[in-house]
Protein backbone atom coordinates (compact mmCIF):
# COMPACT_ATOMS: atom_id res chain seq x y z
CA UNK A 1 0.00 0.00 0.00
CA UNK A 2 1.10 3.63 -0.79
CA UNK A 3 2.24 5.21 1.96
CA UNK A 4 1.96 9.19 2.11
CA UNK A 5 3.27 10.44 5.02
CA UNK A 6 3.98 14.48 6.59
CA UNK A 7 6.91 15.68 8.49
CA UNK A 8 6.78 18.62 10.49
CA UNK A 9 10.20 20.33 10.29
CA UNK A 10 10.07 22.68 13.28
CA UNK A 11 11.58 22.51 16.71
CA UNK A 12 12.47 18.58 17.97
CA UNK A 13 12.21 16.11 20.78
CA UNK A 14 15.85 15.43 21.68
CA UNK A 15 16.35 11.33 20.90
CA UNK A 16 18.93 8.67 21.76
CA UNK A 17 21.32 11.73 19.50
CA UNK A 18 24.66 11.70 21.29
CA UNK A 19 24.87 15.33 21.84
CA UNK A 20 28.18 15.03 23.56
CA UNK A 21 29.97 14.03 19.61
CA UNK A 22 27.35 16.45 17.74
CA UNK A 23 28.14 19.52 20.29
CA UNK A 24 32.02 18.80 20.60
CA UNK A 25 34.80 21.27 19.35
CA UNK A 26 33.83 22.41 15.75
CA UNK A 27 36.45 23.01 12.85
CA UNK A 28 35.92 24.59 9.17
CA UNK A 29 36.82 21.70 6.86
CA UNK A 30 40.77 22.47 6.72
CA UNK A 31 43.18 20.37 4.75
CA UNK A 32 45.70 18.00 6.36
CA UNK A 33 49.01 18.64 4.36
CA UNK A 34 50.97 15.86 2.70
CA UNK A 35 47.96 13.73 2.92
CA UNK A 36 46.36 12.14 -0.06
CA UNK A 37 44.05 9.38 -2.15
CA UNK A 38 44.31 7.61 -5.01
CA UNK A 39 41.31 6.00 -6.59
CA UNK A 40 41.14 4.70 -9.83
CA UNK A 41 37.83 5.38 -12.15
CA UNK A 42 37.02 4.25 -14.83
CA UNK A 43 39.04 7.01 -16.69
CA UNK A 44 42.16 7.14 -14.85
CA UNK A 45 43.89 7.46 -11.55
CA UNK A 46 42.91 10.75 -8.97
CA UNK A 47 44.42 11.78 -6.25
CA UNK A 48 42.38 13.58 -3.32
CA UNK A 49 43.69 14.73 -0.21
CA UNK A 50 42.29 14.48 3.30
CA UNK A 51 40.09 17.45 4.66
CA UNK A 52 38.40 17.70 8.10
CA UNK A 53 34.90 18.45 8.81
CA UNK A 54 33.08 20.77 11.00
CA UNK A 55 32.84 18.40 13.90
CA UNK A 56 36.67 17.55 13.44
CA UNK A 57 36.60 14.50 11.98
CA UNK A 58 38.50 13.16 8.47
CA UNK A 59 37.04 12.68 4.83
CA UNK A 60 38.42 12.07 1.89
CA UNK A 61 37.66 14.73 -0.71
CA UNK A 62 38.08 14.90 -4.60
CA UNK A 63 37.17 18.11 -5.90
CA UNK A 64 36.92 18.75 -9.58
CA UNK A 65 36.97 15.63 -11.07
CA UNK A 66 35.69 15.54 -15.00
CA UNK A 67 32.90 13.44 -16.44
CA UNK A 68 32.85 15.23 -20.16
CA UNK A 69 34.90 16.61 -22.31
CA UNK A 70 34.79 20.75 -21.73
CA UNK A 71 31.87 21.85 -24.04
CA UNK A 72 33.62 24.44 -26.10
CA UNK A 73 33.70 24.73 -29.88
CA UNK A 74 31.27 22.95 -31.89
CA UNK A 75 30.56 20.91 -28.47
CA UNK A 76 28.90 24.27 -27.42
CA UNK A 77 25.11 23.74 -26.75
CA UNK A 78 24.96 19.84 -27.24
CA UNK A 79 24.67 17.30 -25.31
CA UNK A 80 27.89 16.06 -23.21
CA UNK A 81 30.81 13.97 -24.72
CA UNK A 82 32.48 11.59 -21.86
CA UNK A 83 35.11 12.42 -20.28
CA UNK A 84 38.17 10.03 -22.74
CA UNK A 85 40.77 8.62 -20.41
CA UNK A 86 43.71 10.07 -19.25
CA UNK A 87 47.22 9.07 -18.42
CA UNK A 88 49.02 9.83 -15.09
CA UNK A 89 47.24 11.04 -11.79
CA UNK A 90 44.67 13.89 -12.03
CA UNK A 91 44.73 16.29 -9.16
CA UNK A 92 41.37 16.22 -7.46
CA UNK A 93 42.57 18.75 -4.71
CA UNK A 94 41.13 22.27 -6.12
CA UNK A 95 37.45 22.94 -6.27
CA UNK A 96 36.61 23.08 -10.36
CA UNK A 97 35.46 25.81 -12.33
CA UNK A 98 31.63 27.09 -11.98
CA UNK A 99 29.70 27.57 -15.70
CA UNK A 100 29.57 30.52 -17.17
CA UNK A 101 26.51 32.18 -15.72
CA UNK A 102 25.29 35.49 -14.61
CA UNK A 103 25.67 36.23 -11.08
CA UNK A 104 22.73 35.65 -9.05
CA UNK A 105 23.21 36.73 -4.79
CA UNK A 106 23.47 35.25 -2.02
CA UNK A 107 23.89 32.25 -3.97
CA UNK A 108 26.66 33.60 -6.25
CA UNK A 109 29.44 31.11 -7.48
CA UNK A 110 32.43 31.20 -5.70
CA UNK A 111 35.48 29.59 -8.52
CA UNK A 112 35.85 31.24 -11.35
CA UNK A 113 33.57 31.02 -14.40
CA UNK A 114 34.25 29.02 -17.35
CA UNK A 115 32.23 26.96 -20.20
CA UNK A 116 35.31 24.10 -18.70
CA UNK A 117 32.72 23.36 -15.77
CA UNK A 118 31.16 19.98 -16.54
CA UNK A 119 33.55 18.29 -12.99
CA UNK A 120 32.02 16.88 -9.97
CA UNK A 121 33.27 16.69 -6.33
CA UNK A 122 33.06 13.75 -4.15
CA UNK A 123 33.62 13.48 0.12
CA UNK A 124 33.63 10.30 1.63
CA UNK A 125 34.30 8.41 5.11
CA UNK A 126 38.01 6.95 5.68
CA UNK A 127 37.54 3.48 4.46
CA UNK A 128 38.41 0.62 6.08
CA UNK A 129 38.74 -3.04 4.50
CA UNK A 130 35.94 -4.96 6.39
CA UNK A 131 33.33 -2.12 5.65
CA UNK A 132 30.06 -3.14 4.11
CA UNK A 133 29.79 -0.33 1.07
CA UNK A 134 28.16 3.17 1.72
CA UNK A 135 24.95 4.33 0.44
CA UNK A 136 25.49 7.72 -1.92
CA UNK A 137 24.01 10.88 -1.49
CA UNK A 138 24.26 12.84 -5.45
CA UNK A 139 23.58 16.57 -4.89
CA UNK A 140 21.88 18.80 -7.65
CA UNK A 141 22.01 22.51 -7.34
CA UNK A 142 19.22 24.98 -7.79
CA UNK A 143 19.76 27.97 -9.56
CA UNK A 144 16.62 28.49 -11.70
CA UNK A 145 18.00 26.91 -13.93
CA UNK A 146 20.13 30.34 -14.96
CA UNK A 147 22.84 30.00 -12.37
CA UNK A 148 24.55 28.03 -9.15
CA UNK A 149 27.57 26.21 -8.57
CA UNK A 150 28.09 22.79 -6.62
CA UNK A 151 31.45 24.48 -5.27
CA UNK A 152 29.59 27.23 -2.90
CA UNK A 153 30.71 26.56 0.71
CA UNK A 154 27.17 26.00 1.71
CA UNK A 155 27.06 22.58 -0.21
CA UNK A 156 30.10 21.37 1.71
CA UNK A 157 29.07 17.86 2.63
CA UNK A 158 32.16 16.93 4.96
CA UNK A 159 29.83 17.03 7.73
CA UNK A 160 27.14 14.70 6.72
CA UNK A 161 29.73 12.71 5.64
CA UNK A 162 31.12 12.65 8.56
CA UNK A 163 28.39 11.89 11.00
CA UNK A 164 26.22 9.56 8.74
CA UNK A 165 28.68 7.45 6.97
CA UNK A 166 27.58 8.25 3.76
CA UNK A 167 28.95 9.29 0.34
CA UNK A 168 27.96 12.66 -1.15
CA UNK A 169 28.53 13.64 -4.78
CA UNK A 170 27.53 17.18 -5.99
CA UNK A 171 28.55 17.98 -9.81
CA UNK A 172 28.38 21.33 -12.35
CA UNK A 173 25.94 21.38 -15.28
CA UNK A 174 25.85 24.22 -17.44
CA UNK A 175 23.09 26.63 -16.89
CA UNK A 176 21.27 29.50 -18.69
CA UNK A 177 21.77 29.46 -22.51
CA UNK A 178 24.59 27.25 -22.70
CA UNK A 179 22.77 24.91 -21.25
CA UNK A 180 18.78 25.15 -22.04
CA UNK A 181 19.11 27.22 -25.69
CA UNK A 182 16.93 25.08 -27.74
CA UNK A 183 15.90 25.84 -31.53
CA UNK A 184 13.64 22.90 -31.82
CA UNK A 185 15.76 21.37 -34.18
CA UNK A 186 18.60 18.80 -34.00
CA UNK A 187 20.80 21.33 -34.44
CA UNK A 188 20.29 22.36 -30.82
CA UNK A 189 17.50 20.26 -29.43
CA UNK A 190 17.96 21.71 -25.77
CA UNK A 191 18.33 20.16 -22.55
CA UNK A 192 21.96 19.90 -22.56
CA UNK A 193 22.00 20.54 -19.04
CA UNK A 194 20.11 17.80 -18.08
CA UNK A 195 21.79 15.68 -20.16
CA UNK A 196 24.95 16.81 -18.18
CA UNK A 197 23.04 15.83 -15.13
CA UNK A 198 22.51 12.25 -16.39
CA UNK A 199 26.07 12.18 -17.54
CA UNK A 200 27.35 13.05 -13.89
CA UNK A 201 24.83 10.38 -12.56
CA UNK A 202 25.92 7.54 -14.95
CA UNK A 203 29.44 8.73 -13.77
CA UNK A 204 28.51 8.05 -10.28
CA UNK A 205 26.95 4.63 -11.41
CA UNK A 206 29.59 3.23 -12.73
CA UNK A 207 32.72 4.89 -10.40
CA UNK A 208 31.55 5.21 -7.01
CA UNK A 209 32.16 1.06 -6.03
CA UNK A 210 35.95 2.61 -6.29
CA UNK A 211 35.13 5.04 -3.12
CA UNK A 212 33.53 2.54 -1.10
CA UNK A 213 30.29 3.36 -2.42
CA UNK A 214 26.94 1.09 -3.04
CA UNK A 215 26.26 1.50 -6.80
CA UNK A 216 22.83 -0.10 -5.95
CA UNK A 217 22.29 2.49 -3.42
CA UNK A 218 22.06 5.79 -4.99
CA UNK A 219 19.85 8.60 -3.55
CA UNK A 220 19.70 11.71 -5.99
CA UNK A 221 19.00 15.12 -3.81
CA UNK A 222 18.28 18.58 -4.58
CA UNK A 223 16.93 21.86 -4.31
CA UNK A 224 14.44 24.06 -6.58
CA UNK A 225 15.45 23.93 -9.86
CA UNK A 226 17.78 20.88 -8.65
CA UNK A 227 14.39 18.95 -7.62
CA UNK A 228 12.65 20.04 -10.38
CA UNK A 229 15.20 18.24 -12.81
CA UNK A 230 15.09 15.29 -9.99
CA UNK A 231 11.58 15.58 -10.99
CA UNK A 232 12.34 15.04 -14.81
CA UNK A 233 14.62 12.12 -14.08
CA UNK A 234 11.68 10.54 -12.88
CA UNK A 235 9.98 10.40 -15.33
CA UNK A 236 12.70 9.70 -17.72
CA UNK A 237 13.33 6.04 -18.08
CA UNK A 238 16.89 6.71 -19.72
CA UNK A 239 17.65 8.35 -16.10
CA UNK A 240 15.93 6.09 -13.82
CA UNK A 241 18.30 2.89 -14.22
CA UNK A 242 21.04 5.23 -12.40
CA UNK A 243 19.44 5.70 -8.59
CA UNK A 244 17.50 4.01 -6.52
CA UNK A 245 15.69 6.75 -5.17
CA UNK A 246 15.07 10.45 -4.76
CA UNK A 247 14.88 13.64 -2.48
CA UNK A 248 13.15 16.62 -3.89
CA UNK A 249 12.72 20.03 -1.89
CA UNK A 250 11.19 23.13 -2.96
CA UNK A 251 10.59 21.53 -6.60
CA UNK A 252 8.92 19.56 -8.92
CA UNK A 253 8.45 18.29 -12.71
CA UNK A 254 5.51 20.46 -12.16
CA UNK A 255 6.47 23.97 -11.07
CA UNK A 256 5.20 26.47 -13.34
CA UNK A 257 9.11 28.21 -13.59
CA UNK A 258 10.63 25.19 -14.76
CA UNK A 259 9.98 24.27 -18.18
CA UNK A 260 8.90 25.83 -21.44
CA UNK A 261 7.21 24.72 -24.69
CA UNK A 262 9.11 24.21 -27.59
CA UNK A 263 7.40 27.21 -29.41
CA UNK A 264 8.51 29.19 -26.52
CA UNK A 265 11.76 28.14 -26.49
CA UNK A 266 12.34 28.80 -30.11
CA UNK A 267 10.84 32.22 -29.51
CA UNK A 268 13.51 32.87 -26.64
CA UNK A 269 16.06 31.80 -29.11
CA UNK A 270 15.07 33.87 -32.06
CA UNK A 271 15.55 36.94 -29.44
CA UNK A 272 18.81 36.07 -28.34
CA UNK A 273 20.20 34.98 -31.74
CA UNK A 274 18.95 39.00 -33.29
CA UNK A 275 20.46 40.32 -30.36
CA UNK A 276 23.73 38.78 -30.72
CA UNK A 277 22.88 40.10 -34.67
CA UNK A 278 23.10 36.58 -36.16
CA UNK A 279 20.48 35.12 -38.68
CA UNK A 280 17.11 34.69 -36.33
CA UNK A 281 16.45 31.70 -39.05
CA UNK A 282 18.01 29.17 -36.49
CA UNK A 283 19.77 26.88 -38.78
CA UNK A 284 23.17 26.01 -39.04
CA UNK A 285 24.60 29.91 -40.41
CA UNK A 286 22.64 30.59 -36.84
CA UNK A 287 23.85 27.72 -34.73
CA UNK A 288 28.09 29.17 -36.45
CA UNK A 289 27.31 32.45 -35.77
CA UNK A 290 26.16 31.47 -31.78
CA UNK A 291 29.43 29.60 -31.80
CA UNK A 292 31.82 32.48 -32.24
CA UNK A 293 30.73 34.47 -29.58
CA UNK A 294 31.94 35.14 -26.19
CA UNK A 295 30.29 33.24 -23.78
CA UNK A 296 29.57 35.91 -21.70
CA UNK A 297 28.65 38.09 -24.37
CA UNK A 298 25.54 35.56 -24.97
CA UNK A 299 25.00 35.61 -21.70
CA UNK A 300 24.51 39.15 -21.46
CA UNK A 301 22.21 39.37 -24.77
CA UNK A 302 19.98 37.03 -23.53
CA UNK A 303 16.24 38.37 -22.52
CA UNK A 304 15.66 39.19 -19.11
CA UNK A 305 12.67 37.80 -16.99
CA UNK A 306 9.32 40.36 -15.91
CA UNK A 307 7.55 37.74 -13.58
CA UNK A 308 7.94 36.95 -10.19
CA UNK A 309 9.26 33.63 -10.03
CA UNK A 310 10.69 33.68 -14.12
CA UNK A 311 13.86 32.16 -15.37
CA UNK A 312 14.13 32.32 -19.15
CA UNK A 313 16.40 29.17 -20.39
CA UNK A 314 14.76 26.10 -18.89
CA UNK A 315 14.30 22.48 -20.33
CA UNK A 316 11.90 21.96 -23.27
CA UNK A 317 9.21 19.16 -23.42
CA UNK A 318 9.68 16.57 -25.76
CA UNK A 319 13.42 15.83 -25.43
CA UNK A 320 14.20 12.13 -24.19
CA UNK A 321 15.10 13.47 -20.94
CA UNK A 322 11.77 14.60 -20.44
CA UNK A 323 9.53 11.32 -21.43
CA UNK A 324 5.74 11.19 -21.19
CA UNK A 325 6.11 14.89 -19.56
CA UNK A 326 2.99 16.31 -21.91
CA UNK A 327 0.71 13.68 -21.18
CA UNK A 328 1.34 12.94 -17.40
CA UNK A 329 1.26 17.13 -16.84
CA UNK A 330 -2.40 16.70 -18.61
CA UNK A 331 -3.48 13.44 -16.86
CA UNK A 332 -3.56 11.54 -19.99
CA UNK A 333 -0.72 10.26 -19.26
CA UNK A 334 0.08 6.82 -17.51
CA UNK A 335 3.13 6.80 -15.42
CA UNK A 336 4.04 4.31 -12.20
CA UNK A 337 6.23 5.45 -9.47
CA UNK A 338 8.95 2.39 -8.49
CA UNK A 339 11.09 4.62 -6.22
CA UNK A 340 10.91 5.65 -2.92
CA UNK A 341 10.45 9.66 -2.71
CA UNK A 342 11.12 12.45 -0.09
CA UNK A 343 10.19 15.74 -0.94
CA UNK A 344 8.50 19.21 0.52
CA UNK A 345 9.19 22.68 1.00
CA UNK A 346 9.47 25.51 3.05
CA UNK A 347 6.61 27.16 4.71
CA UNK A 348 7.38 30.90 3.07
CA UNK A 349 8.54 29.87 -0.24
CA UNK A 350 7.09 32.90 -1.92
CA UNK A 351 8.77 35.81 0.19
CA UNK A 352 12.30 34.86 -1.40
CA UNK A 353 11.04 36.43 -4.55
CA UNK A 354 8.80 38.60 -3.26
CA UNK A 355 11.31 40.55 -1.54
CA UNK A 356 13.06 40.89 -4.48
CA UNK A 357 10.17 41.69 -6.87
CA UNK A 358 9.00 44.69 -4.31
CA UNK A 359 12.50 46.51 -4.36
CA UNK A 360 12.82 46.44 -0.90
CA UNK A 361 16.25 46.15 0.62
CA UNK A 362 17.23 43.10 1.89
CA UNK A 363 17.97 44.12 5.51
CA UNK A 364 15.59 46.42 6.24
CA UNK A 365 11.62 45.87 6.58
CA UNK A 366 8.77 46.62 3.90
CA UNK A 367 7.84 49.58 2.57
CA UNK A 368 4.21 50.36 2.06
CA UNK A 369 2.67 47.93 -0.27
CA UNK A 370 -0.12 49.58 -2.65
CA UNK A 371 -3.00 47.92 -3.78
CA UNK A 372 -1.08 48.54 -6.91
CA UNK A 373 1.55 46.92 -5.21
CA UNK A 374 -0.43 43.56 -4.83
CA UNK A 375 -1.95 43.25 -8.67
CA UNK A 376 1.75 43.41 -10.03
CA UNK A 377 2.41 40.84 -8.28
CA UNK A 378 -0.82 38.64 -8.65
CA UNK A 379 -0.14 39.70 -12.79
CA UNK A 380 3.39 38.66 -12.60
CA UNK A 381 3.07 35.44 -11.06
CA UNK A 382 2.43 33.87 -14.49
CA UNK A 383 3.04 36.89 -17.09
CA UNK A 384 2.58 34.64 -20.52
CA UNK A 385 -0.73 33.46 -19.38
CA UNK A 386 -2.54 36.31 -19.53
CA UNK A 387 -4.93 38.20 -17.31
CA UNK A 388 -4.48 36.30 -14.11
CA UNK A 389 -8.17 35.30 -12.46
CA UNK A 390 -8.15 38.02 -9.90
CA UNK A 391 -11.38 37.36 -8.19
CA UNK A 392 -11.11 33.47 -8.14
CA UNK A 393 -7.94 34.20 -6.49
CA UNK A 394 -8.79 36.37 -4.05
CA UNK A 395 -11.67 34.23 -2.88
CA UNK A 396 -8.96 31.60 -1.64
CA UNK A 397 -7.28 33.97 -0.11
CA UNK A 398 -9.64 36.13 1.92
CA UNK A 399 -11.69 37.39 -0.68
CA UNK A 400 -10.72 40.87 -0.86
CA UNK A 401 -6.84 42.57 -0.78
CA UNK A 402 -5.90 43.30 2.30
CA UNK A 403 -5.79 46.57 3.85
CA UNK A 404 -2.45 46.99 5.85
CA UNK A 405 1.02 46.24 4.31
CA UNK A 406 1.57 43.55 6.64
CA UNK A 407 -1.43 41.35 5.52
CA UNK A 408 -0.95 42.18 2.18
CA UNK A 409 2.51 40.67 2.39
CA UNK A 410 0.77 37.66 4.29
CA UNK A 411 -1.36 37.21 1.35
CA UNK A 412 1.11 37.65 -1.47
CA UNK A 413 3.03 34.89 0.22
CA UNK A 414 0.76 32.29 0.33
CA UNK A 415 -0.35 32.77 -3.32
CA UNK A 416 3.76 32.93 -4.63
CA UNK A 417 4.71 30.05 -2.62
CA UNK A 418 1.27 28.02 -3.35
CA UNK A 419 1.35 28.45 -7.06
CA UNK A 420 5.00 27.83 -7.84
CA UNK A 421 6.31 25.34 -5.15
CA UNK A 422 3.62 23.93 -2.26
CA UNK A 423 1.04 23.08 -4.88
CA UNK A 424 3.49 21.79 -7.72
CA UNK A 425 4.54 19.53 -5.20
CA UNK A 426 1.64 18.53 -3.56
CA UNK A 427 0.79 17.46 -7.13
CA UNK A 428 3.54 15.78 -8.04
CA UNK A 429 3.77 13.90 -4.53
CA UNK A 430 -0.30 12.56 -5.83
CA UNK A 431 1.49 11.32 -8.74
CA UNK A 432 3.89 9.53 -7.41
CA UNK A 433 1.89 8.23 -4.78
CA UNK A 434 0.55 6.46 -7.84
CA UNK A 435 2.89 3.43 -7.63
CA UNK A 436 3.85 1.30 -5.40
CA UNK A 437 6.47 3.01 -3.44
CA UNK A 438 6.96 4.99 -0.44
CA UNK A 439 6.43 8.71 -0.21
CA UNK A 440 6.83 10.84 1.88
CA UNK A 441 6.06 14.79 2.13
CA UNK A 442 7.85 17.07 4.86
CA UNK A 443 7.26 20.85 5.51
CA UNK A 444 10.55 22.33 6.75
CA UNK A 445 9.04 25.52 8.88
CA UNK A 446 12.10 26.81 11.47
CA UNK A 447 13.51 30.22 10.73
CA UNK A 448 17.09 30.48 11.07
CA UNK A 449 18.16 32.52 13.83
CA UNK A 450 21.15 33.68 11.64
CA UNK A 451 18.58 34.94 9.18
CA UNK A 452 19.12 37.99 7.91
CA UNK A 453 16.25 39.35 5.87
CA UNK A 454 13.17 41.08 7.38
CA UNK A 455 11.45 39.08 9.78
CA UNK A 456 8.15 39.40 7.58
CA UNK A 457 9.91 36.70 5.17
CA UNK A 458 9.79 33.42 7.65
CA UNK A 459 10.70 30.50 6.58
CA UNK A 460 11.88 31.12 2.94
CA UNK A 461 13.31 29.49 0.15
CA UNK A 462 16.79 27.98 0.37
CA UNK A 463 16.26 28.51 4.46
CA UNK A 464 16.45 24.58 5.07
CA UNK A 465 19.98 24.01 2.95
CA UNK A 466 22.43 24.70 5.81
CA UNK A 467 20.65 22.34 8.37
CA UNK A 468 20.95 19.88 6.08
CA UNK A 469 24.81 19.92 4.94
CA UNK A 470 25.74 20.27 9.15
CA UNK A 471 26.03 24.20 9.04
CA UNK A 472 24.95 24.53 12.70
CA UNK A 473 27.29 22.11 13.71
CA UNK A 474 30.17 24.99 13.22
CA UNK A 475 30.61 26.11 16.72
CA UNK A 476 32.52 29.34 15.37
CA UNK A 477 29.03 30.74 14.45
CA UNK A 478 25.79 31.58 16.44
CA UNK A 479 23.70 28.87 16.35
CA UNK A 480 21.52 28.23 18.91
CA UNK A 481 21.43 24.31 20.97
CA UNK A 482 18.07 23.56 19.27
CA UNK A 483 18.86 24.77 15.70
CA UNK A 484 22.35 22.18 16.42
CA UNK A 485 19.57 19.42 17.16
CA UNK A 486 17.50 20.20 14.34
CA UNK A 487 20.93 20.09 11.78
CA UNK A 488 21.90 16.68 13.10
CA UNK A 489 18.34 15.46 12.99
CA UNK A 490 17.87 16.43 9.86
CA UNK A 491 21.39 14.73 8.40
CA UNK A 492 20.07 11.58 10.19
CA UNK A 493 16.65 11.78 7.88
CA UNK A 494 18.49 12.11 4.97
CA UNK A 495 21.10 9.76 5.61
CA UNK A 496 18.58 6.86 5.96
CA UNK A 497 16.61 7.71 3.70
CA UNK A 498 19.45 6.91 1.46
CA UNK A 499 20.81 4.17 3.18
CA UNK A 500 17.08 2.44 3.51
CA UNK A 501 14.45 4.33 1.91
CA UNK A 502 12.74 5.28 5.28
CA UNK A 503 13.11 8.53 6.68
CA UNK A 504 13.51 6.92 9.93
CA UNK A 505 15.11 3.92 11.75
CA UNK A 506 12.37 1.87 14.32
CA UNK A 507 15.10 2.10 16.88
CA UNK A 508 14.02 5.84 17.39
CA UNK A 509 10.93 4.87 18.95
CA UNK A 510 9.22 7.57 16.29
CA UNK A 511 5.88 6.96 14.79
CA UNK A 512 5.43 7.46 10.56
CA UNK A 513 3.65 10.06 11.37
CA UNK A 514 4.51 12.87 13.98
CA UNK A 515 5.63 16.76 14.39
CA UNK A 516 9.03 17.42 16.10
CA UNK A 517 8.77 20.45 18.77
CA UNK A 518 10.76 21.93 21.48
Known amino acids: MVRNKWLHFHFIIVTSLNLNAILQPLMAASVHENVSLFVETKQGLVKGFKGTSRVGKTVRIFYGIPYAEPPVGNLRFQRPVEKEPWTGVLEATTKPNSCVQTVIEPYGPNTNLSEDCLKLNVWAPEQSHKQDKFAVLVWIHGGGFCSGSSTLDIYDASTL ?87 LQSGSAFAPWGFRDNATARGLAEALAVALNCSDALDNTTLQCLLNKDAEEILKNEKRPSGIVEFMFLP ?18 TFSNDKAVLL ?25 VTEENFMAVIKALNPGAGEPPVDK ?68 HGEEIAFEFGEPLNETQEWDEVERILSANFMRYWANFAKTGYVFYKSLGLHDVFAMRA
Open 316 to 333: VQGDDSITNFTQVLSGSG
Open 393 to 460: ILDVYGGVIPSSTEEKLSVLDAIVSDYHFTCPVVQFSDLLGKGDASVYQYLFAHRSSRNRLPEWTGVT
Open 344 to 368: GSNANEGSFFLEKFLGHPAMTEPNE
Open 161 to 247: VSEEMVIVVSFNYRVASLGFLSFGNELVPGNAGLHDQRLAMKWVKNNIGAFGGDENRITIFGESSGAVSIGFHLLSHFSRTLFKRAI
